[in-house]
């Protein structure tokens, strides 16, 4: 049985790039970083420490020579939070693309870019 969604792998062009836009713009930690000296880099990065959920960041180029079948595109992901408005206020300082602040029935929801070109929204629940 499944108990809880643990990590979610996002294939990236730049690895290290993609690392410096979710810590130091979006304000993720990397929670490890794992090398098998083949060229394989297996980088974790969550909101905390003690986030139930991270994301990986894969090198998608290694990815589709290694299992050239996967689809690398971007998961669609929602993440959530309890102060929205600050968050985009912030991403917008940080020059963050970001889309308008629009409200749903579930809650108030907005989308953002990453340095690649990759959308996320991030919803504020009633």
């Known amino acids: ?6 990590q979610i792998m996002l ?4 690895q290290d790039e ?4 979710w ?8 929670i490890s970083e794992e090398d098998n000296g083949q060229g394989m880099k297996w980088i974790e990065i969550a909101p905390s420490k ?10 998608k180029e290694l990815i589709a020579k290694m299992q050239p079948e996967l689809n690398l595109q971007t998961p669609s ?10 968050l985009y206020k912030d991403f917008k300082e940080k020059q963050i693309t970001v889309g308008e602040l629009v409200t749903m ?11 690649e070109g990759n959308y996320f929204a991030v919803l504020e629940k009633k």
């Open 23 to 30: 810590t130091e713009k979006v304000g993720f930690s990397v």
């Open 1 to 6: 049985m499944i108990t809880k969604i643990g």
């Open 11 to 14: 294939y990236v062009n730049n």
């Open 77 to 86: 992901l929602l993440l959530f939070s309890d102060k929205l408005d600050e």
């Open 18 to 21: 993609a690392v410096t836009f």
């Open 105 to 115: 029935p579930s809650g108030r929801v907005f989308n953002f870019a990453d340095n």
């Open 50 to 59: 003690d986030a139930e959920t991270a994301f990986i960041l894969h090198n």
